[in-house]
C-alpha cells in the first residue's frame, strides 16, 4: 500500500509541477505579447542545430533489402536492374540494431540553367518563378534502376494524378511491386499540363502511394529531395509519418521544426513536436506540450496519454486504431506488447512488424498478412522470421523444431533452419519444407524471394539432384532463368526414371514461359497436359490451366495483341506512353489474387508490358498467375 502511495503521490507531484508550469508558461505569453509571437513565431522546444536536409541513403541497393536483380529487357525500357548500386548504404537491422551508415548528400544540386530557372539532379527543371514544388524529382535516375527521363513524355499531368490515386492500395507480386516503385521513385521530366494548378498533386499521389505500399524508407528518400517542402503541410506530414516509422528522426524532426512555425494551427504538428522532445530527452518541454494540449482540449487522448506513459506517469496504453505517431512512440518505448495488430491500417503494418517487444508469433502473423496484402517491403519479412526464438526443448534444432510447429511459426523455423543449415543436403530438406509450407499459404512468390539469397549459394550438384524442382520453381519465381536451367541440367544429367525428373515435367509451362526448354525439347502442350493428368491431376483444371498459359504465351513473345484491350491503354501503348501504361497495366495486377482476374485482362495487360519493353517482368507475372492458379 506505501509504494502505491508512493507511486500515486509522484504521478500527481508530476501532474502539478506540470501544472505550474503551463501556468507560468501562460504568464509569460501574456506579457510576452502577440506582437512578438507574430514576428518570431511560437518558440521552438528543440535544441538549437542545424535545420537543413540531413545526409540520406540511396534507395534499396541489393537483394536482402527487397531489390531485384533482372538483366535489361529486350529494348531497353525496362533496362534498369533490381539491382541498384549502393550509395554509401550501411546496414540497418529493422528491430532496433544500428550499425553507423554515411551518404552522399541527397539534396538537390542545382546547376546552370535558363533565366528563372533552377536544374536539380536529373536534368529536372524547377521554375522558380512560380514557387512550384518539382513535383517530378525522384532519387531514381536511368542508370539505377529509374525508368528514364521520358518516363510521362506524352501524358497529361491529371491523367497521371487519376491513375496513381486510382491504383491499388497493395502489390502483393514481387515483380509488380518492383514496377510501381521504380516508376514512383523515378526522376522524369514532368507531363504535359492540361489544366494548371498551385497544388503538388503529382507529388502527392506519388507519395501517398508509397505510404499505402509501406515502403517509408522510399518514400523519405522521395521527399527529402524536394526544396521548401515544409510549404506543403500534407505533404511534410508525409515525410514526418513515413521517417518515424523508419526509425529516422533525423529525417522527421528537423522538418517537425520548419513546418511547425507555418502549420501550428495544424493538430499533427504539435503532437509531433512532443514525439521529438521527449526522443531528444526534453522531458520537461514535452510535459508542457503535453499539458497544453488538454488545455486546449485536444481530442488524441491516447497519444498524450502514450506519451505520459513515455514520460514515466501511467501505464502504457492499449491504442485503438494507432496513428503512426503512435507506433513511433511505441517503437521508442520498446512497448509493442501494448499493440493490437487487428486494429493496424494496412498502410501501417510493415511500421508494426518493426515494433520491439511484440511477440514473435504476433510478429511474424502481421509479416504474413502484410506480404498478403502487398504492404510490406518482403525484407521485413525475412527479418520477422529471422527473430524468432528457438524453444529449449528442441535440442537447437530449428528443422525438428519446425516439423512440430504450425502456420508462421512453423515457416520462420524453416527459414532459420535455411540459414543455419551446414550441408548442401540440410539446406535443401529445409528450401522444400519451407517451400512446400509456403504454397499451402498463398506465398509462394513472397517466400521465395527471401530464400533466394541461400539458394544461390547452393551449387546445382547430383548429390541434391532430388531439389531441384523446388529450385527451379524459386529461381523461375524470382527471376534468375540461367539459375533454373543450371538445376534442369543436373537432372538431366542423372538419367530418367527420377522423381525429380518426373516433378519437372510439372513445370514446363513456367519453363517455356521463361523461354527455356524442358526436359523433352518435343512436348507439346497437349502432352504435357496428358502427362500431368496421368500422374493424378484433374483434367478440367489442367485444361484451365493450359487456356490459360496458351494466352500468356501469346501476350509475353508478342504474338498477342492488344485489340480487344481498352483504348486507353492501346493507345498509351501505341503512342509509347511508358509511365501511363505501365500504371494502367499494373492496376490489373493490384486488384487481388491472380485467381480473381479475368484470362483477358491479363493477358491484356501482359501484352502490354511486353510491347512497353518490360518482357521479362510479364513473364514473372505470368508464372505467378499460373502459380496463383494451381500450378
Not at 498533386?201 to 518514400?219: K, P, S, T, V
Amino acid at each position: 500500500m506505501a509504494a502505491e502511495a508512493n507511486c500515486a503521490s509522484a504521478g500527481l507531484s508530476r501532474r502539478g509541477q506540470r501544472l505550474a508550469l503551463i501556468a507560468g508558461l501562460g504568464i509569460a505569453m501574456l506579457f510576452a505579447g502577440s506582437s512578438v509571437l507574430a514576428q518570431d513565431g511560437p518558440r521552438s522546444l528543440f535544441p538549437e542545430g542545424d535545420s537543413s536536409r540531413s545526409e540520406r541513403r540511396a534507395p534499396d541497393s541489393d537483394r536482402s533489402n527487397d531489390s531485384w536483380s533482372l538483366p535489361n529487357s529486350n529494348d531497353g525500357y525496362g533496362s534498369g536492374s533490381r539491382d541498384m548500386p549502393a550509395q554509401g548504404r550501411g546496414e540497418r537491422d529493422g528491430f532496433g540494431n544500428e550499425n553507423s551508415w554515411r551518404s552522399p548528400d541527397r539534396s538537390p544540386q542545382p546547376s546552370g540553367s535558363a533565366e528563372g530557372q533552377t536544374r536539380l539532379r536529373g536534368g529536372i527543371l524547377v521554375d522558380e518563378l512560380n514557387d512550384r514544388l518539382p513535383e517530378t524529382l525522384g532519387p531514381l535516375a536511368a542508370g539505377n534502376g529509374g525508368l528514364g527521363l521520358d518516363l510521362w513524355q506524352g501524358s497529361q499531368r491529371r491523367d497521371i494524378i487519376e491513375l496513381l490515386r486510382e491504383q491499388p492500395r497493395g502489390q502483393r507480386n514481387p515483380a509488380a511491386r518492383d514496377l510501381i516503385r521504380r516508376l514512383l521513385l523515378s526522376s522524369a521530366r514532368p507531363p504535359r499540363e492540361g489544366e494548371s494548378s498551385d497544388q503538388p498533386e503529382l507529388l502527392d499521389a506519388r507519395a501517398q502511394l508509397l505510404m499505402a505500399l509501406g515502403e517509408y524508407d522510399n518514400l523519405v528518400n522521395l521527399l527529402v529531395q524536394i526544396p521548401g517542402l515544409e510549404k506543403a503541410p500534407e505533404l511534410a506530414q508525409l515525410q514526418v509519418e513515413a521517417a518515424l516509422l523508419a526509425d529516422e528522426p533525423e529525417a522527421a524532426c528537423p522538418m517537425v521544426r520548419r513546418a511547425l512555425s507555418l502549420h501550428r494551427s495544424r493538430t499533427f504538428w504539435p503532437k509531433a513536436q512532443i514525439y521529438c522532445q521527449i526522443r531528444n530527452g526534453e522531458e520537461s518541454a514535452a510535459g508542457i506540450g503535453i499539458g497544453l494540449q488538454r488545455e486546449v482540449g485536444s481530442s488524441d487522448r491516447g497519444f498524450l496519454n502514450l506519451a505520459d506513459a513515455a514520460l514515466g506517469v501511467g501505464d502504457v496504453p492499449r491504442l485503438s486504431e494507432p496513428s503512426a505517431l503512435d507506433l513511433a512512440l511505441l517503437r521508442w518505448m520498446g512497448a509493442g506488447e501494448a499493440l493490437v495488430p487487428e486494429d493496424l491500417a494496412p498502410s501501417l503494418m510493415a511500421g508494426g512488424v518493426l515494433l520491439q517487444g511484440l511477440e514473435a508469433d504476433q510478429r511474424q502473423r502481421l509479416a504474413e498478412e502484410a506480404a498478403r496484402r502487398g504492404v510490406l517491403p518482403l525484407r521485413l519479412l525475412r527479418e520477422a522470421y529471422a527473430a524468432s526464438s528457438l524453444r529449449d526443448d528442441g535440442g537447437g534444432d530449428p528443422l525438428r523444431q519446425a516439423s512440430q510447429a504450425e502456420g508462421p511459426e512453423a515457416r520462420a523455423l524453416y527459414y532459420q533452419a535455411l540459414r543455419r543449415a551446414s550441408t548442401p543436403e540440410a539446406r535443401g530438406e529445409a528450401l522444400q519444407a519451407l517451400m512446400d509450407s509456403a504454397r499451402q499459404v498463398d506465398l509462394e512468390p513472397q517466400i521465395a524471394e527471401i530464400a533466394l539469397p541461400v539458394l544461390e549459394q547452393m551449387d546445382p550438384e547430383p548429390a541434391v539432384a532430388w531439389l531441384a524442382p523446388t529450385a527451379v520453381r524459386v529461381a523461375l519465381l524470382t527471376g534468375h532463368f540461367e539459375r533454373a536451367r543450371a538445376w534442369m541440367e543436373v537432372v538431366r544429367r542423372t538419367g530418367n526414371g527420377s522423381e525429380a525428373q518426373a516433378s519437372l515435367v510439372e513445370l514446363w509451362p513456367l519453363l517455356r514461359l521463361a523461354g527455356l526448354e524442358g526436359l523433352d525439347p518435343g512436348m507439346t502442350g497437349t502432352d504435357w497436359a496428358e502427362t500431368r493428368v496421368s500422374r493424378g491431376a484433374g483434367r478440367e483444371g489442367t485444361r484451365a490451366l493450359l487456356q490459360f498459359y496458351e494466352r500468356a504465351q501469346e501476350a509475353v513473345s508478342g504474338r498477342g495483341g492488344l485489340e480487344n484491350a481498352s483504348a486507353r491503354l492501346r493507345r498509351a501503348v501505341q503512342e509509347d506512353r511508358r509511365g501511363e501504361g505501365l500504371l494502367l497495366s499494373l492496376r490489373v495486377f493490384g486488384q487481388g489474387r491472380m485467381t480473381d482476374i479475368s484470362t483477358r485482362s491479363l493477358s491484356e495487360a501482359l501484352a502490354a508490358l511486353n510491347q512497353l519493353g518490360f518482357s521479362r517482368e510479364a513473364r514473372q507475372l505470368a508464372m505467378d498467375a499460373l502459380v496463383t492458379r494451381g500450378l
